[in-house]
């Protein structure tokens, strides 16, 4: 079995002299990637860039469903619970792990017309979901809040 990958994400802020060359050229606005261990080391040593504290999301531990981007807190999804049940949702951390807080709907079961619908927000674990699909994240795609189901 192997072990689950503890690692997190938060935008710069502001570039830190690295001499190193460990934390490549993070300019203000990218999104940086890191294990704990390098947070805790590097910013004793003063070689971490300077992170925006409120963007700090942790690896989920899954990728979607292509198998091309990693899921973190705060990164807006598309999923499905059944073949006729499909949701848009922001990934939260949960009282017992991370979960889906919903905010659009779709039932292929009725005949809608035009995409999906604003749903009361649910909660869903994810064990009960698949076809996990990355639509962006709050910070960088607020908008995909309020468009939701656009499709």
Not at 14 to 33: I, L
Not at 79 to 96: F, K, N, P
Not at 137 to 143: A, F, I, L, S
């Amino acid at each position: 079995m192997s072990e689950r990958v503890i690692k997190f994400r938060a935008k710069v802020i502001a570039k830190t002299p690295d001499p190193t060359g460990k934390y490549f050229r993070a300019k203000k606005g990218d999104w940086m990637f890191f294990a704990l261990k390098d947070l805790l080391v590097e910013s004793r040593l003063g070689r971490f860039p300077a992170i925006d504290w409120s963007t700090l999301g942790q690896f989920i531990g899954l990728p979607d469903k292509n198998g091309k981007e990693e899921l973190y807190h705060k990164d807006i999804i598309k999923c499905s619970i059944s073949q006729t049940q499909h949701y848009w949702g922001v990934i939260e951390w949960g009282e017992a792990g991370f979960v889906v807080k919903t905010f659009w709907f779709k039932s292929d079961r009725w005949a809608m017309q035009g995409g999906y619908e604003l749903a009361s927000s649910q909660i869903l674990r994810f064990a009960d979901v698949t076809d996990i699909e990355k639509l962006g994240t709050t910070y960088d795609n607020p908008e995909l809040l309020k468009q939701g189901g656009g499709e």
